[in-house]
């Protein structure tokens, strides 16, 4: 009977732990997309890219950079783990790709919208199961996109991220 308690106990200890927000997301991390710089700094105009590397958010952000390939902008790609080093004012759009845990965002991306009063010029798109869960916004004015990691809705993805990007860029 004893042991039947502690294996409860442990079971009930678990289940309030994956409830948490970030225990998800320690538990079981995503690796990063490696960073890469494209075309010149010194344009003036300027895209982050932010995102973990998977199938999907991969081809996501191939895409991305292609869409951009024929116009004067500085493109620089970054793993959710070094977004805390950058400072989303520096940016005409900061663009962020993660994947919703436990009913919430990345902490990296929570982290860096807190360090910014004015999230106007980001853009995060959430993957979930089902594609239909969107963060809370709590007065933040980011855009949010969601989508399934499914490849038939990589155009789209790819499409909504370019058309609010051209906005910011000042290209539509």
């Not at 075309?39 to 932010?50: F, G, M, Q, R, S």
Request: overall charge neutral; charged content about 30%.
């Amino acid at each position: 009977m004893k042991n039947l308690l502690i294996a409860i106990a442990l079971l009930t200890i678990c289940f309030v732990l994956m409830g948490c927000v970030s225990v998800p997301h320690i538990i079981w991390p995503q690796k990063d997309i490696k960073a890469k710089a494209i075309n010149e700094p010194t344009y003036d105009k300027k895209v982050l890219i932010a995102s973990r590397s998977s199938d999907f958010k991969d081809v996501v952000v191939k895409k991305l950079v292609e869409s951009f390939k024929d116009e004067k902008v500085f493109i620089k790609l970054i793993g959710m783990e070094n977004l805390e080093e950058e400072d989303g004012n520096d940016y005409n759009a900061v663009v962020m790709l993660n994947t919703c845990m436990a009913w919430d965002m990345d902490r990296n991306v929570k982290k860096f919208l807190k360090k910014h009063d004015d999230q106007s010029n980001m853009i995060i798109l959430t993957t979930s199961g089902d594609g239909d869960w969107l963060p809370k916004k709590d007065g933040q004015n980011f855009d949010a996109i969601s989508s399934a990691s499914k490849k038939a809705n990589i155009d789209k993805a790819v499409g909504d991220i370019a058309a609010k990007v051209q906005i910011l860029l000042g290209n539509a």
